[in-house]
């Protein structure tokens, strides 16, 4: 199953302890600074911290699993939050118009980012342009479309159902004591569970670990490396336009300037995941895990009265620790 | 496949450690509900003043403006006993501001003091604490979802009028405007530019000839004065207004590099470097932002609400023009 994936999830045999405590050392450091922040603040596990934890993490979640099939095939892709601001706009710019055009606003919001990810497909697939210039340059343009869309101002989503996506709960919240299950945290899993089936079990998903691993060997064994990694940029532009969604329904509002300076907490949440940037390697799991390390740090932080200077140091410090970590118990 | 299971079974784990410790303590909503009484059960008698724990999410801790509000905060946190405040930072990301308000919501605190990131996005913000039962005083920026209790600031539009008013008297009431807009969206770059507009109206010799945004930051305002220098030659630029004094500083140090003394320059806010400049006569005027006594107004009007008065609905605190000298190095003290 995990042909390509070039990880050791095979090597883990039952009575092995040390190799059980390499193989979940992202998931120890993660209970880890849960039981940290559990210990310094009576708050932190309190039922309404966890829930908002999980809601935090949903948007960068959706976004860091779509990075995580980009990556894989050893590429990168910058343009995530620009594109984030297109779906925002183009759907609160619909609702603008006819404020009962839900679906309309959800499908062609999404389309669009979808269709100008295309431009980095094209420049990364067919064009053999660096993933890393490609996508800055989707990202530029994508941010200029989104402002020329909008006129340069936020649009306000008059349409309540919509902003329900962002901040609503499964059930009324406030029938079980004000802990609900956010709408967010429900899109997250559900993608979780669409790009594990796609990566684990699907051909395409088999071709972006080969594509990464080693193109020339994909190639030569029958691989169309070029509509791989066009699809998978796509798909990647798709889920972006999923994230811009929940980002808008979040904050009710479609805003060119949203989602800047997204990709990199994306690209943060995959490599603490222990995906490899060479490509060939990473899981969805890990991404998961990175996301929560990522989200659970922000809250703790706050909530531990962190100043604001020290949480950036404190957080760049975790990340190169929990990546050195995850490399060390991966060796040997 | 088998990590997967893992995380899974990991986030079951915390979810049931936290679903026991909800019910072996008295529950969450209780107590969040009741924070007054265990707090004052803890420290008795001669603390007879409740102490008030007050949410404060600012925009961001990075531009002067806010810098000052946040330090101002800070003093106030050290000199009222009675309160508390947990200062936390949006970093200019409106998800950040709804994800810390969430969290200072579930912290406990009494009361939120929000400085929104922005007019439309901060609004869910209002929601959340609403939903919480929660008193919001918004200082400096409002937001478009009017259920908070009160606002404190200025009347925005008012240091627009008044930079623009200075512009019109220092240009003679005719000439060329330029206009250094803010981050496009942001309340303060609407307000500010109606402002500014509003003057413009009654002095028709007086052209606006281009409005660029600087996003609130130097540098780009800096290239943005660039590219005008390079456009319009001598004689073609009068004054330049900037939505900020950030901005201004940027528009300040290009036409200086650029030999072109004879442009006036006005900036709002009043941040030390400004106030500096205008001392210094490289900058024409700036319109003080008096944020130091919006801060104190504002922790006053929560906990006067928490003590169970009304809510005011809005405070304003004057704006206060900066043209000389010696205006600005009596502010420029306090702001050190």
């Known amino acids: 199953m995990m042909a390509f994936g070039g990880n050791k999830e095979g090597v883990l045999q039952r009575g092995n302890f040390r190799q059980y405590i390499r193989s979940y050392a992202l998931v120890i450091i993660f209970l880890g600074v849960c039981a940290i922040f559990a210990i310094a603040s009576p708050t932190f596990l309190s039922p309404t911290n966890i829930v908002g934890v999980f809601r935090q993490i949903a948007i960068n979640g959706v976004l860091a699993l779509g990075m995580t099939l980009v990556i894989i095939t050893g590429g990168i892709d910058l343009s995530v939050g620009s594109l984030m601001a297109i779906t925002g706009v183009v759907s609160a710019m619909i609702l603008e118009n006819d404020p009962n055009m839900l679906a309309v606003a959800l499908i062609v919001g999404i389309g669009a980012a979808a269709v100008v990810s295309m431009w980095t497909a094209v420049l990364v697939a067919k064009m053999k342009i660096a993933p890393f210039i490609a996508s800055l340059s989707t990202m530029t343009i994508a941010r200029g479309i989104a402002l020329v869309l909008a006129d340069g101002i936020p649009h306000t989503i008059k349409n309540a159902e919509y902003s329900q996506i962002g901040n609503?709960?499964?059930?009324?919240?406030?029938?079980?004591?004000?802990?609900?299950?956010?709408?967010?945290?429900?899109?997250l899993i559900v993608i979780a569970v669409i790009t594990t089936i796609i990566l684990y079990n699907t051909k395409f998903g088999r071709y972006i670990y080969a594509v990464g691993g080693n193109e020339h060997a994909a190639e030569a064994s029958g691989v169309n490396v070029v509509k791989i990694k066009f699809w998978t940029y796509v798909l990647n532009g798709v889920l972006c336009g999923v994230a811009g969604m929940m980002l808008a329904a979040r904050i009710t509002s479609g805003q060119?300037?949203?989602?800047?300076?997204?990709?990199?907490?994306?690209?943060?949440?995959?490599?603490?995941g222990g995906t490899s940037m060479a490509g060939g390697s990473g899981k969805i799991s890990g991404t998961i895990i990175g996301a929560l390390i990522i989200g659970v740090l922000d809250n703790g932080l706050v909530l531990l009265g962190v100043s604001s200077y020290y949480q950036q140091i404190i957080k760049g410090i975790i990340i190169a620790v929990a990546v050195l970590l995850d490399m060390k118990t991966k060796k040997r | 496949m088998k990590k997967l299971v893992a995380v899974i079974l990991a986030i079951l784990l915390v979810a049931m450690v936290a679903g026991c410790s909800g019910t072996?303590?008295?529950?969450?909503s209780a107590d969040t509900s009741q924070p007054a009484e265990s707090s004052g059960a803890e420290q008795p008698a001669e603390d007879a003043e409740k102490v008030w724990k007050i949410g404060v999410s600012t925009q961001s801790w990075e531009h002067e403006f806010l810098k000052n509000m946040v330090n101002a905060l800070q003093a106030i946190d050290e000199s009222m006993p009675n309160v508390e405040l947990v200062i936390v930072d949006s970093e200019d990301s409106v998800e950040k501001q709804l994800n810390d308000v969430d969290t200072l919501i579930a912290q406990g605190v009494d009361g939120i003091i929000l400085n929104a990131v922005n007019m439309e996005g901060s609004s869910q913000a209002v929601v959340a604490a609403k939903e919480a039962g929660l008193p919001v005083v918004e200082l400096v920026a409002l937001t478009e979802n009017e259920d908070y209790d009160t606002f404190v600031g200025t009347d925005v539009k008012a240091s627009g009028i008044l930079a623009g008013e200075i512009a019109a008297e220092m240009m003679g009431e005719k000439g060329k405007l330029f206009e250094i807009q803010g981050q496009m969206g942001h309340s303060a770059q609407i307000n500010r530019g109606a402002g500014i507009a509003e003057v413009l109206a009654e002095y028709p010799d007086i052209e606006l000839v281009e409005s660029q945004s600087g996003e609130f930051t130097k540098d780009k305002a800096m290239s943005v004065t660039e590219a005008w220098l390079a456009k319009y030659p001598a004689g073609e630029i009068d004054v330049i207004i900037a939505h900020n004094d950030g901005m201004a500083?940027?528009?300040?140090?290009?036409?200086?590099?650029?030999n072109r003394p004879e442009i006036k320059i006005i900036g709002i806010d009043g941040d030390a470097e400004a106030l500096q400049a205008v001392i210094d006569g490289t900058l024409a005027a700036t319109v003080v932002?008096?944020?130091?006594?919006e801060s104190q107004l504002a922790v006053d009007e929560m906990v006067s609400i928490l003590e169970g008065s009304a809510p005011e609905g809005q405070i304003l605190a004057e704006y206060i023009p900066i043209t000389t000298a010696e205006d600005a190095e009596v502010w420029l003290e306090k702001r050190q």
Do not use: K
Not at chain 1, 256 to 272: M, R
Not at chain 2, 249 to 258: E, K, P, R
């Open chain 1, 168 to 187: 609503g709960y499964l059930w009324d919240a406030s029938l079980t004591g004000g802990v609900g299950f956010p709408i967010l945290v429900l899109i």
């Open chain 2, 289 to 293: 932002d008096d944020v130091e006594t």
């Open chain 1, 256 to 272: 060119p300037n949203a989602g800047d300076g997204y990709e990199l907490d994306a690209i943060t949440a995959v490599i603490i």
């Open chain 2, 24 to 28: 072996v303590e008295p529950s969450a």
């Open chain 2, 249 to 258: 500083l940027g528009a300040m140090n290009a036409c200086i590099s650029a």
